[in-house]
């Protein structure tokens, strides 16, 4: 129960980013498709682990879904530098200590960025992470 409950997160998780990034037309750029090919690997790790859990498939899994937890991990800094460059106009914005500038790009109090958005991506990888390690019942 615990698998198919780990693994119905990930597909709701899948599912629910790619809403999200449909929902705010995330792919004006290359950069911007980055997120739509990590829900690519995250979906093909999710049908493999679920169809099989051979040692070899749970190596190709972990090495996806690390994959994913990178370009997350990339996806946060993204966001995050760019609602800190859009600091900029606000007339304020030099007065903030460096600190205080980074943690309202981080909080999203400048800019329209999403940090926490490739979250999304992340928590659904390291779900997968943990499905690589529990074993399907046997038969």
């Known amino acids: 129960m615990l698998r198919l409950g780990l693994l119905a997160l990930v597909a709701i998780g899948i599912a629910g980013a790619a809403a999200e990034l449909a ?13 739509w090919a990590t829900l690519a690997l995250l979906t093909v790790a999710l ?10 498939t749970l190596t ?3 090495v996806l879904a690390l994959i ?10 993204t966001h995050v530098s760019v609602n800190h460059g859009m600091g900029a106009m606000d007339p304020a914005w030099d007065s903030l200590s460096p600190l205080a500038q ?18 999304m991506l992340a928590q659904s990888a390291l779900l997968l992470l943990l499905v ?4 399907r019942p046997a038969r």
């Open 23 to 35: 929902f705010e037309r995330h792919w004006g750029s290359p950069t911007q498709l980055i997120p």
């Open 47 to 56: 049908v493999l682990v679920a169809l099989r859990d051979s040692p070899g």
């Open 60 to 62: 190709v899994v972990r």
């Open 68 to 77: 994913v937890l990178l370009a997350a991990a990339y996806g946060v800094f």
């Open 102 to 119: 980074w943690w309202s790009a981080l909080t999203k109090s400048v800019g329209n960025a999403p940090p926490l958005a490739p979250g």
């Open 132 to 135: 690589s390690t529990v074993r």
